[in-house]
């Protein structure tokens, strides 16, 4: 089924750069992602990210070394955060200038 949700995580899903590896079946983590751009926008944080992914990962009922809080990851795995991040930004201007142009 196709919503406003799934449009918005399909553009944010469009918006990362090549080098991004997003997990493979991850539709309910782009929609998290669309739920972080319609409630923060552009005041998403990577922390914000970090803790949809860590809601996603649980749900799927996993056990990984990252499901702690964004501060206790090392610099390099906050870093991954960073295209997500970036492309929920964008994702959210571009929706933001759609809606003021009608």
Do not use: N
Not at 43 to 72: C, I, N, Q, Y
């Amino acid at each position: 089924m196709t919503t406003y949700l799934t449009e918005a995580a399909k553009l944010i899903r469009s918006l990362l750069p090549p080098t991004a590896e997003p997990p493979g079946d991850d539709e309910s983590l782009f929609l998290g992602y669309a739920v972080l751009m319609r409630a923060k926008g552009t005041r998403t944080t990577a922390s914000d990210v970090h803790d949809a992914w860590t809601a996603w990962m649980l749900s799927r009922g996993s056990d990984h070394r990252s499901l702690v809080p964004f501060e206790k990851l090392s610099g390099e795995v906050q870093a991954l955060d960073a295209a997500y991040v970036h492309a929920i930004h964008a994702a959210a201007e571009r929706c933001a200038g759609d809606a003021r142009r009608g």
